[in-house]
């Protein structure tokens, strides 16, 4: 297994020989042969087929073959802001984080996106969506950083940058009172919604599809925190390019609150009536849903992305990925912030949609079983984020793939392969990690990044920014009297 973590092997035609295959299709797991050309699959074939005479013949008897990880949430400016937010929920959470997330330099949003690399290969993500938040204003230098950094890392990436152009104190459902002689502050992006939009289709034009791993969609932070006008901008954008319209949605009871005051309804009907929703369309977490927000959802064709991870760290609340799926959504699952996961491992993540989800049944034949857990974070991710491509073991796909060690405590007795991969073996790492047919990721290590001078740039840019840090704004107390007062009318209006 040495040969295959050389980096020359990118090219021409290689056999993975007798790999078992978890596909996530009807097929089941079942040994086969890989024959990975020009960065796809060219042939999943039973095992023993004469090979090529110029093969490269790895024999992968020992080794699972899984659809690379395809994590379709995921910020990442905000791995240089790791383990410095409090557990807080999350406008607490914002609040207390926000200084450390704000107004990076060039570099610093460089080699952010490059530790994001490190760390999401190691892990065996082969895919991510990229929320990126450039403060304090999008410009064409920073989101060229960001793109710069995905490029190097070898792995396939769809940039969604975030914008928003509402004032704070718009976001969230604040009442006279809860200022309590405090300033209202009147803190938004001071770019217009067409110059945020015009910086986005720029952007665009110059990355979109580079090197066949770089897409760019739009993200609007949250409804709540853009205009009507940018919303309706941004799903213009995306329909006249086909690219992702990825947006927060719902995350907490609070944001429910804060649209019924802005909209006078529901968040989802509000983004319907602004032809938002669209097979284009990215809801990400969409935990305080109404009740036919998800046959609204599921005749748009739009998708959810799901972070149990996430929600749980924040105390958001419980997606119910179950109502979801049976309404026919498409749900991808995500890790987001390496600042409220704290890590960002989609196998983790696989496992915990598998098993928080599991409400008491008679004979639990509702449960997710592990396979459908593991096509949520490969196949469903990709559709939803738009790389129908990638995320399946199948001929003519692009060769996004995991080859994990069987030889480990998890699969002795080998059994059932996909439930002892999703359920017993989250804490390994990859023996080998492919991108369109290139390693990425050999024996736990990321091999076209050096790790050691990411993390040693990494530290050095946080410890500086960590002596200058500026204390958080004074929202504090405004924000927690605005959580018990909303609290206390929920409460009221349920009894
Ligand atoms: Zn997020």
Redesign the pocket.
Known sequence: MHRIVRKDLIIGSTLYHNALCLAGDATGPHRADLRIEGGRIAAITPTGAEPKPDDIIVDASRFLAVPGFVNA?F?SPDTLSRGNSPDRPLELWSLSSSASRQSRSMREIEVATLLAGVELARGGVTAVLD?VRISPDLSADALDAVARGWLATGLRVVIAPVVADRPVAETLPFETGDWHGCDVPDVHSGLSANVQIASVADFHSRWHGREGRISVGIGPSGPQRCSDELLVAAAEFSSRTGCIFHS?VLETHLQRAAALKLYGGGMISHLRALECLSPRTNL??AIWLEPDDPEIIADAGAAVVH?PV?NARLGSGKCDLNRLLAAGVRVGL?T??PC?NDGCSMAETVKWAALVHRDWQDDGSGWLTPTAALNLGTQVSADAIGLSETGRLRPGNLADINFFSLDAPAYVPLRDPIRQFVLGDTSAAPELVLVGGRAVAAKGRAMLLNEQEIWSEACDLATRRDRTEEAPAALGGPIARMRRRVSAEEARQCH
Do not use: E, Y
Request: hydrophobic residues 10%; proline residues 0%; contains cysteine.
């Open positions: 949430h910020h929320h927060h990400v977490h972070n996430s995500g987001d912030s409220c």
